[in-house]
């Protein structure tokens, strides 16, 4: 149990195009789902906290503008990067929580190349 | 500002050893605490989950839990090279985003 899936494992995009992530818990269903950023050999960023049906909360130096969370079913939440730039070349890792639950399982993430 | 403090390592044992990871975090009110491992470009997978003081085994994995001196800890036992990893700490309240420390890297070697 608690799978979580992400779509694409991999893209790579021209700079100035957006780019959306998809992340489904596959087996629960996820009133909350996370979203993070990992450049190499660093640690975690978490970026945002998506609760289904309402606004995404982002963490202090994240651009909401630029980085579009839609958390529209339980089971479903989407990540777009728009404008983006090769600064933006990261791996985007998803989490979703089971109801009640205090752990977070993880996505097997996205890496985004920007050229 | 709520911290989670992991010694980066790397943290080399033999195969075989027994493997410590510590970890501290500054949240008094930290309820849950978790121990992830992540491989080189993969992302992290739940291992340990802990919430009350003392030992928690699984397999050849040991959590132990000080809420008093706020301190947790992974031990792996008999090591093994597919072990080599880095392992995240993390701490969370109800409810809210769970807190990673930077992660130990453990080198296991045959």
């Known amino acids: 149990g608690a799978v979580v899936s992400q779509h694409p494992s991999w893209v790579i995009c021209k700079s100035g195009t957006s780019v959306k992530i998809e992340c489904r818990s596959l087996?629960?269903?996820?009133?909350?789902m996370f979203w993070y950023r990992q450049f190499p050999k660093q640690s975690l960023m978490l970026m945002a906290t998506s609760n289904e049906g309402s606004k995404a909360t982002y963490e202090q130096g994240v651009e909401k503008d630029k980085f579009l969370i839609n958390h529209a079913s339980l089971t479903l939440s989407t990540l777009t990067v728009t404008s983006a730039h090769p600064e933006d070349s990261s791996f985007y890792i998803c989490s979703a929580r089971p109801p009640g639950g205090g752990e977070q399982f993880f996505g097997p993430g996205t890496r985004l190349t920007v050229l | 500002q709520k911290e989670v403090e992991q010694n980066s390592g790397p943290l080399s044992v033999p195969e075989g050893a027994i493997a410590s990871l510590n970890c501290t975090y500054s949240?008094?009110?930290?309820?849950?605490f978790f121990w992830y491992r992540q491989y080189s470009g993969k992302s992290p997978e739940l291992i340990m989950s802990?919430?009350?003081?003392g030992d928690k085994e699984d397999g050849r994995f040991t959590a132990q839990l000080n809420k008093a001196s706020q301190y947790v800890s992974l031990l792996i036992r008999d090591s093994q090279p597919s072990d080599s990893a880095t392992y995240l700490c993390a701490v969370n309240q109800a409810g809210t985003a769970l807190i990673f420390g930077k992660g130990t890297t453990l080198s296991v070697s045959s």
């Open positions: 087996d629960f269903q996820a009133t909350t």
């Open positions: 802990i919430y009350s003081n």
């Open positions: 949240d008094r009110g930290s309820q849950s």
